[in-house]
């Protein structure tokens, strides 16, 4: 009979390996080089997305393409308005002493209104040629 040997139960000296996680640093002037793009440098000339694409075997299109925003938008009640229609809103709201919530919801409510549903179109029409032929005898 083997006593079966324990294994030793190793009181780790080492403290568990912290790994310290460098940010990658990116010399100034190290920018992608496609035309336009001005992110920085991931991989091979090129930013990140822009050498996703390269690998993908895609052609380079621009990442973040430019939306050229008609006019600015101001805030009313959580949402982006024109501040011409955020101004006539607030206005109706301190004239009607509601708030600009309150407000919302009654427009919408007016719009709901104005705008019934339209009737549901009828799928049904058809009758299915199927076995549901009524009984003879
Ligand atoms: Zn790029």
Do not use: D
Request: net charge positive; with cysteine.
């Amino acid at each position: 009979m083997a006593k079966k040997k324990r294994g030793h139960a190793g009181q780790g000296g080492r403290s568990a390996k912290i790994l310290v996680l460098k940010p990658q640093t990116v010399p100034a002037g190290f920018v992608c080089s496609f035309e336009g793009c001005g992110r920085r440098e991931y991989s091979g000339g090129l930013c990140q997305s822009h050498h996703r694409q390269s690998r993908a075997g895609q052609a380079l299109i621009p990442v973040h393409p430019y939306h050229k925003r008609p006019e600015p938008t101001v805030k009313f009640s959580g949402m982006r308005l024109s501040p011409r229609c955020a101004e006539r809103l607030e206005r109706e709201a301190r004239t009607k002493h509601l708030s600009n919530g309150a407000l919302i919801c009654e427009i919408l409510e007016l719009w709901c209104e104005s705008h019934p549903e339209p009737e549901p179109a009828a799928t049904h029409g058809e009758r299915p040629s199927g076995p549901n032929r009524p009984k003879q005898g």
